[in-house]
């Protein structure tokens, strides 16, 4: 599975960004999706997962409420919505791909990453 995110940039705090990170490869049903983020000095953190058929999603404590993790297997894409952004939501986020259920910090397959900063 490769994958490419997009949909960064620069955004005043309270404004609202939507990632996507297409993916391609065959078997891309077969895995979960979601995203991490890197914020400077930082280790990277989890911040949603979905499942391949979509029945499950999980969500940082940190984002809950605010972010929606969602995706479209017909177009091989996942998405993060991302609301009431907050200068700590500032990071670099990447996509990755996992055969868990959830996407975990071990994910065999992982986007560049894009970069979000949110001014205050």
């Known amino acids: 599975v490769q994958l490419q995110a997009s949909g960064g940039g620069l955004v005043q705090a309270g404004g609202s960004l939507r990632l996507s990170c297409a993916a391609s490869?065959?078997?891309?049903?077969?895995?979960?999706l979601g995203w991490f983020r890197q914020a400077p000095g930082k280790e990277r953190e989890f911040v949603a997962s979905i499942r391949w058929n979509s029945d499950y999603t999980s969500v940082a404590d940190s984002v809950k409420g605010r972010f929606t993790i969602s995706r479209d297997n017909a177009k091989k894409m996942v998405y993060l919505e991302m609301n009431s952004l907050k200068p700590e939501d500032t990071a670099v986020y990447y996509c990755?791909?996992?055969?868990?259920?959830?996407?975990?910090?071990?994910?065999?397959?992982w986007g560049q990453g894009t970069q979000v900063t949110v001014s205050s």
């Open positions: 990755a791909a996992d055969r868990r259920m959830v996407v975990t910090s071990a994910a065999g397959y």
């Open positions: 490869g065959h078997t891309f049903t077969n895995y979960a």
